[in-house]
């Protein structure tokens, strides 16, 4: 399928042999608005961050000026002038921006919640490049509302997870509105020299007319963002600071559940007092030690939990603060899923194969026990990143106990175990890079090890029209036998993935092929995810996109793609599918997409049996969806989706609706409602196996089910001020699963009906009524910077039978009729910058 795939890709180069991406033939004009420099002063009197901008302090430099929209009518002059002062001394740097409006009185001031990103707010940012190495900078964003939003990229990722110590202020007024910044060295990195030349770009939305616009032209057409940036000049004589930071916390929790060996309608109350630390230390210029001491994650964001019936692993998202945070470096090559860290013991299911007679299980813990985590990071001048985790965790044990006698034993079901990264990230010219990956899990009392290590790179051409992305990963097990027996030591198992990609990445019309193959014994799952190995897979795409105005649209994007899979061993064939899709964007800032898809032949999945190499054979099948998002700067604006999925064979068929409302109530209240519907009827999967012992043979049957999906979600916030808020997450989720009638799967992977005598082994399969419902109510207040208090409740339920309902108010009062689990804390964490404290005993 490769060879058949490559002429349609030189086919496509030859095609756009004349196109390239807009600036490469630029005139001088045109080059004027890129690759500016700005000039940055020593300040000789400290800025006093309080939203006014004293000319005997800012004027020491000429300010920044004449911005370029970046959209809509990417390359135009902004339609509002925008002058930014840089000024720097021994502690910090500081930026002074006057945002002039000719109608003042317009400048939207929604507030929002830290780190919310573009509310309905006019916004001003600051990217620093420190290491001027295009790719890899800093962004500090502050809304006219005054809301802090901080950002960390690195090589075409956002980290908005990262979090700085910064102060900021704004005022708005007849000419406008104006923006002050302290950015302190100890929140940024930068190199060990005498003069600084640092990447620079400043950014405004003027959210009234949604115009965005930077200093140094960002072209749209462009891959890249940081690699568009000016450059700063001046800056000279600095160091950085010892960078010592301690956030102590306390905290509370009182939890309110149903007792583990009671009626249902009796509840356990438990409550406990913790405290512990986080420590951030600056190694040098360029490295962060980052510990977290006795870590408490209660207050995390509780996930979103689905009904699953297929054969693979659900990922959730990571949302513990500690794991999401500067972690770009671990994450880059794909091979670090740090929910792996206090996850479900990996003896956990083997418990039940260790009883003896009459024992049974009382305690069985879901999550193992994390002891500490630590991590260093940080990148040299010469462009050289290097990252270094690592994290404990301690014995976790199972309690059985015999029915006869009541004694009790426990089982280990995970010992203590270390997981480590270890990052190796060469940035190159040109947005290319080279790295290095190596991840590694070792556990004691003769449970088995496991060790990944990869080798990811990129390199684009100097016009950066084209790049190649090529990597490859080696995945070995020590002690894992090949029944999963996670204390069984039975050698050493290898696996393997490389891949490679080809693109035109840059102007309107772009393309790439790639190519990915995963061994049969490759598995990265003891601190990475994948959801199947064995999978040898070639796709290529093409798009053409409009970005500047056309018809009736602002910006119009189209592509088209084509899929084909194999199994990697044996080499037997998945599926070839194609696809297109078209979003546009209305003059009016309405969106609107189409997506088709079509698989014209049957699809051979070697999976949904759980019984490799039996396959089932999926029939044709197509779907299409379509869906619209209206102005955001609306008081109220709706996203709506629909969409249908058909397969003929089985008489198979689809269809889902989503509707979103959101309302804007006004500046400091907003609520959004997410509702979605799912029917799926002839859903036919895996239900169950047995075995004919007389005739040594096994029998696997799958059920034709009709599956009914309902979500309902409430994202509301009020926001008192900048520094305190409460938000509201809600989410109810039921899926309902109705069994109709059974077939055999036969060994060509056809399904036909059961026999009378098979129906007995069908009674057991019965339908599935599940239902989740989480609430997370939060009340925070960032006291000083950096510094907080969270109170928090937490509501959970989650009721899962095999009595259906079918009514949806019955379903929801059975739900809050079911035990709940209320737990209510409040946790307080102080920052403590060692210089800071050291001036103020030094006073």
């Known amino acids: 399928m490769f060879t058949k795939l490559l002429p349609l890709a030189l086919l496509l180069c030859l095609c756009a042999g004349g196109t390239q991406a807009n600036g490469n033939n630029d005139t001088e004009a045109e080059k004027s608005k890129r690759n500016k420099t700005t000039k940055v002063a020593r300040t000789r009197a400290t800025p006093i961050i309080d939203g006014i901008l004293e000319p005997e302090v800012w004027q020491q430099v000429n300010p920044a000026n004449n911005f370029f929209r970046y959209d809509p009518l990417n390359g135009k002059p902004s339609s509002q002038q ?10 910090a740097v500081y930026i002074g921006a006057y945002l002039h409006d000719t109608a003042p009185d317009s400048v939207l001031t929604q507030l929002g919640q830290r780190d919310s990103g573009e509310n309905n707010s006019d916004m001003f940012g600051v990217y620093l490049d420190t290491y001027n190495d295009k790719q890899n900078a800093f962004a500090f964003l502050i809304s006219a509302a005054g809301v802090q939003t901080d950002i960390k990229y690195s090589q075409g990722r956002e980290d908005w997870n990262w979090d700085a110590v910064w102060e900021s202020s ?67 004589g600095i160091e950085s600071p010892v960078r010592l930071q301690f956030m102590p916390y306390v905290s509370g929790y009182v939890n309110h559940a149903p007792a583990s060996n009671s009626e249902s309608n009796q509840k356990s109350t438990t409550h406990s007092i913790n405290g512990g630390m986080d420590v951030k230390y600056g190694i040098n210029d360029a490295f962060t030690l980052d510990v977290t001491l006795i870590p408490d994650f209660g207050q995390t964001q509780s996930d979103n939990q689905v009904l699953n019936l297929g054969p693979f692993e659900v990922k959730y998202s990571e949302n513990r603060q500690f794991f999401t945070e500067g972690t770009e470096l671990f994450n880059k090559a794909g091979l670090f899923y740090s929910r792996r860290i206090g996850a479900t013991p990996v003896g956990r299911d083997a418990v039940k194969d260790q009883l003896a007679e009459k024992e049974g299980i009382t305690k069985n813990p879901v999550e193992t026990q994390l002891l500490n ?40 079901t995970d010992p203590f175990s270390n997981y480590s990264v270890f990052v190796l990230d060469q940035t190159l010219p040109r947005n290319s890079y080279l790295t290095f990956t190596n991840t590694n899990v070792t556990r004691t009392n003769g449970f088995y090890d496991a060790n990944v290590t990869g080798l990811r790179m990129r390199f684009a051409d100097k016009r950066n029209l084209f790049a190649m992305t090529a990597g490859g990963n080696l995945s070995q097990l020590y002690g894992k036998d090949a029944d999963n027996d996670p204390a069984t030591n039975d050698g050493t198992t290898l696996g393997h993935q490389y891949f490679v990609n080809l693109s035109k990445i840059s102007g309107n019309l772009q393309y790439g092929i790639n190519h990915n193959v995963e061994s049969n014994t490759y598995d990265i799952n ?43 061993e044996p080499n037997e064939f998945i599926k070839l599918d194609f696809g297109a899709s078209t979003n546009v964007r209305f003059r009016n800032f309405m969106s609107a997409y189409l997506n088709a898809g079509i698989r014209p032949g049957d699809r051979y999945d070697y999976f949904e049996a759980r019984s490799f190499p039996q396959v089932f054979v999926r029939p044709p099948a ?19 989706s629909t969409g249908f ?8 068929d689809s269809w889902w609706l989503s509707l979103s409302p959101r309302f804007r109530v006004n500046d400091k209240f907003s609520i959004v409602n997410g509702n979605s519907f799912k029917s799926e009827q002839h859903n036919i999967g895996y239900a169950k196996a047995y075995e004919n012992k007389k005739a040594l043979t096994k029998h696997i049957l799958f059920g034709d089910r009709t599956i009914t999906t309902v979500s309902t979600t409430i994202s509301s916030a009020y926001i008192f001020n900048e520094r305190s808020g409460l938000t509201l997450n809600m989410r109810h989720y039921w899926s309902r ?58 509501n959970f339920i989650k009721d899962e039978s095999n009595e259906l309902e079918n009514r949806y108010f019955d379903n929801m009062s ?16 102080y920052f403590i910058d060692y210089i800071s404290l050291k001036n103020v005993l030094s006073a």
């Open 170 to 236: 704004v005022r708005t007024h007849d000419g406008g509105w104006t923006v002050e910044m302290r950015i302190p060295y100890g929140a940024i990195r930068f190199p060990k020299a005498e003069v600084q030349t640092w990447g620079v770009n400043y950014m405004r939305v003027i959210r009234r007319t949604r115009e965005k616009s930077y200093w140094s032209h960002v072209d749209n057409s462009v891959d890249g963002l940081i690699n568009q940036a000016g450059r700063a000049i001046g800056i000279d």
């Open 82 to 91: 925008t002058e930014v002062y840089m000024l720097y001394d021994n502690d």
């Open 737 to 794: 699963a109705a069994y109709q009638k059974f077939y055999e799967l036969t060994k060509d992977g056809l399904l036909q009906p059961i026999t009378e005598t098979q129906e007995q082994y069908t009674s057991s399969v019965n339908g599935i009524n599940y239902n989740t419902f989480n609430l997370d109510l939060v009340y925070s207040w960032r006291f000083a910077p950096g510094s907080e208090l969270r109170v928090v409740w937490k």
């Open 373 to 412: 985590a630590a991590k260093v990071s940080g990148r040299t001048r010469r462009g050289l990143g290097v990252g270094l985790f690592n994290a404990f965790t301690g014995n976790t044990y199972a309690t059985v106990q015999d029915s006869v006698t009541g004694a009790t034993r426990e089982v280990l």
């Open 645 to 652: 999925w058909r397969s003929s064979r089985y008489n198979q």
């Open 622 to 640: 197509h779907d299409v969806n379509v869906g619209i998002s209206s102005d955001y700067r609306k008081r109220f604006a709706l996203d709506a």
């Open 526 to 568: 003891d601190l990475g995810f994948i959801s199947n190995n064995n999978e040898m897979s070639t796709s290529a795409s093409v798009s053409y996109n409009f970005y500047q105005p056309v018809w009736e649209f602002l910006s119009w994007r189209n592509s088209l793609s084509v899929g084909h899979s194999m199994l990697y």
């Open 814 to 829: 059975r739900t809050f009729s079911t035990p709940q689990n209320n737990n209510f804390s409040v946790k307080l964490l």
